[in-house]
């Protein structure tokens, strides 16, 4: 059974930093790409960052240069961490592998104020 756990999200002003973490389980996770994702109420998940295996990253243009996924194969976890956070990254984040499966955690809250 396929679980995802993400935490670490709160409550920031602008210009603060968060790091997210998602414990995986159920699946074979050194053997997929890793990704992070947020949705905003009305619009669909957008994919924020992926990472391979072996270290190649794809970023979202709108979090270049402020967001880091990084991962941890032993501990099937992936990480996000987000420095510079704007309001406009307001949403919930989850994981998901990517191409993403059919099964989602709840996700963590991330609000950031003016």
């Known amino acids: 059974q396929v679980q995802l756990v993400e935490s670490g999200g709160g409550l920031v002003q602008a210009g603060g930093s968060l790091r997210l973490s998602c414990a995986a389980s159920g699946i074979t996770f050194s053997r997929n790409v890793m990704g992070w994702y947020r949705q905003t109420p009305g619009n669909q998940r957008e994919l924020v960052a992926a990472m391979t295996t072996f270290g190649p990253k794809h970023y979202a243009d709108s979090v270049k240069g402020r967001f880091t996924i990084s991962r941890d194969n032993a501990k099937n976890t992936v990480y996000l961490q987000m420095n510079s956070l704007k309001p406009e990254d307001t949403a919930v984040y989850y994981c998901?592998?990517?191409?993403?499966?059919?099964?989602w955690g709840q996700g963590t809250q991330v609000s950031v104020s003016p």
């Open positions: 998901n592998t990517n191409p993403t499966m059919n099964c």
